[in-house]
């Protein structure tokens, strides 16, 4: 249980400014002394729940908090929200995506820029989807199901013709670009986890979880096919 103080109130009015309105746990208390100079500075304190934020009702007209954003287009949540994070961490990987594709275009190798292409428009979707609500639907890339990348994944030398590989900095450039990216693919599917995995572990996006898995699936399917060559013929270089 919480104690809500003058003191922390005027520190945080000090450190942001003027507040309009203030979210807490429904157990805090609250002592009188901040109560009123709640009162006094016209600052209004919402009882909810922090994962669960605040809807636009409980705001009543007031100002969006600074540390608050949409979670939809009914409710406000501190930027701090799991689901915030994780469409933070989806927004990155777009961003070293297309950072790959910048690389990979130098080198001439448009067959992959293309591929990179089709991965960035997939995590796009899982994004919006993630915010709509909808459906991730099954990744296909290379011509293949998901059942077939995440069998390729497992098996690449029956299917690409190179062993597993271990990274290093001798294979490049590009190499080094897409195994960081599939860290980071990684990493967006932990934090899927952490938002959608429930503590008796059930999953309520199941579907979101299982499209990062096949994603890192799909980039080290590009590894492969990197060092076994399939990438290797280069054209001519567009704008």
Same mark, same amino acid.
Request: proline letters at 3%; glycine letters at 6%.
């Given at each position: 249980?919480?104690?809500?103080?003058?003191?922390?109130?005027?520190?945080?009015?000090?450190?942001?400014?003027?507040?309009?309105?203030?979210?807490?746990?429904?157990?805090?208390?609250?002592?009188?002394?901040?109560?009123?100079?709640?009162?006094?500075?016209?600052?209004?304190?919402?009882?909810?729940?922090?994962?669960?934020?605040?809807?636009?009702?409980?705001?009543?007209?007031?100002?969006?908090?600074?540390?608050?954003?949409?979670?939809?287009?009914?409710?406000?949540?501190?930027?701090?929200?799991?689901?915030?994070?994780?469409?933070?961490?989806?927004?990155?990987?777009?961003?070293?995506?297309?950072?790959?594709?910048?690389?990979?275009?130098?080198?001439?190798?448009?067959?992959?820029?293309?591929?990179?292409?089709?991965?960035?428009?997939?995590?796009?979707?899982?994004?919006?989807?993630?915010?709509?609500?909808?459906?991730?639907?099954?990744?296909?890339?290379?011509?293949?199901?998901?059942?077939?990348?995440?069998?390729?994944?497992?098996?690449?030398?029956?299917?690409?013709?190179?062993?597993?590989?271990?990274?290093?900095?001798?294979?490049?450039? %590009? /190499?080094?670009? +897409? $195994?960081? #990216?599939?860290?980071? &693919?990684?990493?967006? *599917?932990?934090?899927?986890?952490?938002?959608?995995?429930?503590?008796?572990?059930?999953?309520?996006?199941?579907? %979101? /979880?299982?499209? +990062? $898995?096949? #994603?890192?699936?799909? &980039?080290?399917?590009? *590894?492969?096919?990197?060092?076994?060559?399939?990438?290797?013929?280069?054209?001519?270089?567009?704008?």
């Amino acid at each position: 249980m919480g104690v809500l103080t003058e003191i922390e109130l005027r520190d945080r009015v000090k450190r942001e400014g003027q507040i309009d309105a203030i979210s807490i746990d429904p157990d805090t208390l609250i002592t009188p002394a901040a109560a009123q100079y709640a009162r006094e500075q016209g600052i209004k304190i919402v009882y909810g729940d922090r994962n669960k934020g605040l809807s636009r009702e409980q705001l009543k007209g007031q100002k969006k908090p600074e540390h608050y954003t949409h979670l939809d287009h009914k409710n406000l949540v501190p930027k701090t929200h799991p689901r915030i994070k994780l469409r933070g961490m989806l927004d990155l990987l777009q961003a070293l995506i297309i950072k790959a594709q910048v690389t990979v275009k130098a080198e001439g190798m448009m067959k992959l820029v293309g591929d990179l292409e089709q991965l960035l428009a997939y995590t796009r979707q899982l994004l919006r989807n993630e915010l709509t609500g909808d459906e991730i639907p099954e990744l296909k890339l290379f011509g293949l199901s998901e059942e077939e990348i995440h069998e390729y994944s497992h098996h690449p030398f029956k299917k690409i013709g190179v062993n597993h590989i271990i990274p290093s900095h001798h294979m490049g450039q %590009i /190499i080094a670009e +897409l $195994n960081y #990216l599939r860290t980071v &693919v990684r990493q967006v *599917e932990l934090a899927a986890c952490d938002v959608y995995m429930n503590n008796d572990g059930t999953v309520e996006r199941e579907d %979101i /979880i299982k499209a +990062l $898995n096949r #994603l890192s699936s799909a &980039v080290y399917v590009m *590894e492969c096919m990197v060092v076994a060559g399939h990438y290797h013929n280069r054209t001519e270089k567009q704008d």
